[in-house]
């Protein structure tokens, strides 16, 4: 075996030893059961009807058909229920992923032509592979979509090294699989422009950015089809995400621009302080947010303008700045994404720049270091690193073991997070603990008054119980936060149809929560809202509005083959009367 791949097997064999546990976990209920565990589209694994579903659902306000492919494939594979080979293939791409960085650092270290190159290449990949912000990726079967997207993205500027037709061909390819993985590759025709920046010096950099007219001339001509590619996910990205509820929930531009610099340096602050980690932070209070707010903004402007003044003497320094801010801008709230204030998950390609521009600084100058001793010591002392960040990221992943290991660590980690407080209370309820769940609920509604699945989720519990006037008032304050969320326009609707006979106003508001429940927020569960109007109208006796709603029922796509069935039933009881036209 060649002793120079030694290094970079051990490395393999340590990320094996920190993640090997995900064999053994479970799914989780956070975005699993939707992408996997509980989707009755991919019931029957990977099928053409799964190949159509891929291409054309709304689900997740995502599109990224290959990610869904790939857990079809391991549904065939696999099965359904079993979470242990789902998590394993999370694991067999991370693998992938650190052969990958180490590559591109090798490539990029050989053309700055520093000494050691294998050396950096190695120290980038080892804190790209078991730094705990990665854990999320690894860990969480949901978020495979990240990880395809990342292994393609590498691979495509791997690519972009080779010049020919024939590598622009693999380049453009590798991209367009990245996209239909995860929208987010978007950010790879940027880093494309860094690279000939920073490290090719090509497509207008070679003599430096006087000629500013040239130098984007050279690179729409070397990009026009990336761009193309980018330019054509983003679309069905933001048309996917236009029904969402992250739009709703925005705060304005101004407020956003605000932010921007507290979450740069808050992900620069956990890159270096990886404690208390989460899958949800809530945004910092007080003096915290204002040491990130001034902190992130040295780092923007700071690194800006070191990258322009080393540009030629230590380009890692500019290069690992443009990599970080181009991976940084679509997740920096800017467009709105989620209700994270940073998201681990976000920082698995961002940090690839930055690691190798920490391993260009230290190994050369240890290099110059005259007492052998002391560098001696730096290996050491390098070595003890990525052994502590290897022990910490393999105690982050123990987190995520299973539902109740991720929330309840969550509540402890973020204690005015609300998410896991939610997700915990939606557990202990599925799990038949209702009064359990009820607390959790309301703690949550204590801090964040605005919560509104806190809300209808009570809703959900008082109505269980039978109390109606309690389950009505809780679905109410959920709309008053959220005018268009379909599950509390739903229910409330049944509540209301419930107490048609002594409430002449009931009906004809529940057939207008539903007709708001229809609306285009509600894209997956479009049928279900539908068959309920339906009911409705029965009720109201306004057979033509009911038919024409049937109709529109029938028409709409759906994987609930319970509801298909009573639809169709409804029809052929129409159809006997002699009501159906």
Same mark, same amino acid.
């Given at each position: 075996?060649?002793?120079?791949?030694?290094?970079?097997?051990?490395?393999?064999?340590?990320?094996?030893?920190?993640?090997?546990?995900?064999?053994?976990?479970?799914?989780?209920?956070?975005?699993?059961?939707?992408?996997?565990?509980?989707?009755?589209?991919?019931?029957?694994?990977?099928?053409?009807?799964?190949?159509?579903?891929? $291409?054309?659902?709304?689900?997740?306000?995502?599109?990224?058909?290959?990610?869904?492919?790939?857990?079809? $494939?391991? =549904?065939?594979?696999?099965?359904?229920? @079993?979470?242990?080979?789902?998590?394993?293939?999370?694991?067999?791409?991370?693998? !992938?992923?650190?052969?990958?960085?180490?590559?591109?650092?090798?490539?990029?270290?050989?053309?700055?032509?520093?000494? @050691?190159?294998?050396?950096?290449?190695?120290?980038?990949?080892?804190?790209?592979?078991?730094?705990?912000?990665?854990?999320?990726?690894?860990?969480?079967?949901?978020?495979?979509?990240?990880?395809?997207?990342?292994?393609?993205?590498?691979?495509?500027?791997?690519?972009?090294?080779?010049?020919?037709?024939?590598?622009?061909?693999?380049?453009?390819?590798?991209?367009?699989?990245?996209? #239909?993985?995860?929208?987010?590759?978007?950010?790879?025709?940027? #880093?494309?422009?860094? #690279?000939?920046?920073? =490290?090719?010096?090509?497509?207008?950099?070679?003599?430096?950015?006087?000629?500013?007219?040239?130098?984007?001339?050279?690179?729409?001509?070397?990009?026009?089809?990336?761009?193309?590619?980018?330019?054509?996910?983003?679309?069905?990205?933001?048309?996917?995400?236009?029904?969402?509820?992250?739009?709703?929930?925005?705060?304005?531009?101004?407020?956003?621009?605000?932010?921007?610099?507290?979450?740069?340096?808050?992900?620069?602050?956990?890159?270096?302080?990886?404690?208390?980690?989460?899958?949800?932070?809530?945004?910092?209070?007080?003096?915290?947010?204002?040491?990130?707010?001034?902190?992130?903004?040295?780092?923007?402007?700071?690194?800006?303008?070191?990258?322009?003044?080393?540009?030629?003497?230590?380009?890692?320094?500019?290069?690992?700045?443009?990599?970080?801010?181009?991976?940084?801008? /679509?997740?920096?709230?800017?467009?709105?994404?989620? !209700?994270?204030?940073?998201?681990?998950?976000?920082?698995?390609?961002?940090?690839?720049?930055?690691?190798?521009?920490?391993?260009?600084?230290?190994?050369?100058?240890?290099?110059?270091?005259?007492?052998?001793?002391?560098?001696?010591?730096?290996? =050491?002392?390098?070595?003890?690193?990525?052994?502590?960040?290897?022990?910490?990221?393999?105690?982050?992943?123990?987190?995520?073991?299973?539902?109740?290991?991720?929330?309840?660590?969550?509540?402890?980690?973020?204690?005015?997070?609300?998410?896991?407080?939610?997700?915990?209370?939606?557990?202990?309820?599925?799990?038949?603990?209702?009064?359990?769940?009820?607390?959790?609920?309301?703690?949550?509604?204590?801090?964040?008054?605005?919560?509104?699945?806190?809300?209808?989720?009570?809703? +959900?519990?008082?109505?269980?119980?039978?109390?109606?006037?309690?389950?009505?008032?809780?679905?109410?304050?959920?709309?008053?936060?959220?005018?268009?969320?379909?599950?509390?326009?739903?229910?409330?609707?049944?509540?209301?149809?419930?107490?048609?006979?002594?409430?002449?106003?009931?009906?004809?508001?529940?057939?207008?929560?539903?007709?708001?429940?229809?609306?285009?927020?509600?894209?997956?569960?479009?049928?279900?809202?539908?068959?309920?109007?339906?009911?409705?109208?029965?009720?109201?006796?306004?057979?033509?509005?009911?038919?024409?709603?049937?109709?529109?029922?029938?028409?709409? /796509?759906? @994987?609930?083959?319970?509801?298909?069935?009573?639809?169709?039933?409804?029809?052929? +009881?129409?159809?006997?009367?002699?009501?159906?036209?």
């Amino acid at each position: 075996m060649n002793d120079r791949l030694l290094p970079l097997l051990a490395l393999l064999a340590l990320t094996v030893l920190v993640f090997a546990q995900v064999g053994t976990f479970s799914f989780v209920d956070y975005d699993d059961p939707v992408y996997v565990s509980e989707n009755p589209a991919l019931a029957d694994g990977l099928t053409p009807a799964v190949v159509h579903y891929s $291409l054309t659902t709304p689900e997740a306000n995502l599109w990224h058909p290959l990610s869904w492919l790939s857990h079809a $494939l391991d =549904v065939s594979l696999f099965g359904q229920e @079993n979470a242990g080979p789902h998590h394993l293939h999370n694991l067999v791409l991370h693998l !992938v992923c650190v052969v990958l960085v180490y590559s591109l650092s090798l490539a990029i270290t050989r053309r700055w032509k520093l000494p @050691n190159a294998r050396g950096i290449a190695l120290l980038a990949a080892a804190l790209f592979a078991v730094h705990p912000l990665h854990v999320e990726s690894v860990a969480w079967v949901s978020e495979r979509k990240g990880l395809l997207s990342a292994a393609f993205s590498l691979g495509c500027l791997l690519a972009h090294f080779r010049r020919g037709f024939t590598w622009r061909v693999i380049c453009a390819v590798l991209l367009a699989l990245a996209l #239909l993985a995860k929208p987010s590759a978007v950010v790879v025709g940027p #880093l494309l422009v860094a #690279l000939d920046a920073f =490290v090719l010096r090509r497509a207008g950099f070679k003599d430096g950015i006087a000629d500013v007219t040239g130098l984007i001339k050279a690179q729409l001509f070397d990009k026009w089809l990336l761009i193309l590619l980018s330019v054509a996910a983003a679309m069905i990205a933001i048309q996917m995400q236009s029904g969402s509820s992250h739009g709703h929930f925005a705060a304005p531009l101004e407020a956003r621009l605000t932010t921007l610099p507290a979450r740069f340096g808050y992900y620069a602050f956990r890159t270096i302080w990886p404690d208390n980690l989460n899958f949800s932070y809530p945004v910092p209070r007080g003096f915290a947010f204002q040491v990130l707010l001034i902190g992130g903004a040295a780092l923007l402007i700071g690194g800006g303008f070191l990258a322009l003044k080393f540009w030629r003497s230590r380009p890692w320094i500019g290069f690992a700045w443009a990599w970080a801010v181009i991976c940084f801008l /679509p997740v920096s709230g800017l467009t709105p994404v989620g !209700v994270s204030f940073t998201t681990d998950r976000y920082t698995y390609l961002m940090l690839c720049g930055p690691f190798l521009a920490i391993a260009c600084m230290i190994l050369p100058w240890r290099s110059t270091l005259s007492s052998p001793l002391l560098q001696r010591l730096v290996r =050491v002392g390098l070595l003890l690193l990525v052994g502590l960040l290897a022990a910490l990221a393999h105690l982050q992943t123990r987190v995520w073991a299973n539902s109740y290991t991720l929330f309840e660590h969550s509540i402890v980690a973020q204690p005015y997070e609300t998410t896991g407080l939610v997700n915990l209370g939606t557990l202990l309820d599925r799990d038949g603990r209702p009064e359990e769940a009820k607390s959790y609920y309301e703690k949550v509604i204590e801090l964040k008054p605005s919560d509104y699945i806190s809300h209808h989720n009570l809703g +959900k519990i008082y109505g269980q119980a039978g109390d109606r006037t309690a389950a009505e008032t809780s679905y109410r304050a959920a709309l008053e936060v959220y005018p268009n969320y379909p599950p509390s326009l739903l229910n409330l609707a049944l509540l209301r149809m419930q107490n048609h006979q002594s409430d002449p106003a009931a009906l004809p508001e529940a057939i207008a929560l539903l007709k708001r429940a229809c609306g285009p927020q509600s894209r997956i569960d479009r049928p279900l809202f539908l068959n309920s109007l339906v009911d409705a109208q029965m009720l109201s006796r306004d057979i033509p509005a009911a038919i024409s709603t049937l109709k529109e029922a029938l028409a709409q /796509p759906t @994987n609930n083959p319970a509801l298909r069935a009573e639809l169709e039933r409804k029809q052929a +009881k129409l159809q006997k009367v002699g009501a159906w036209q």
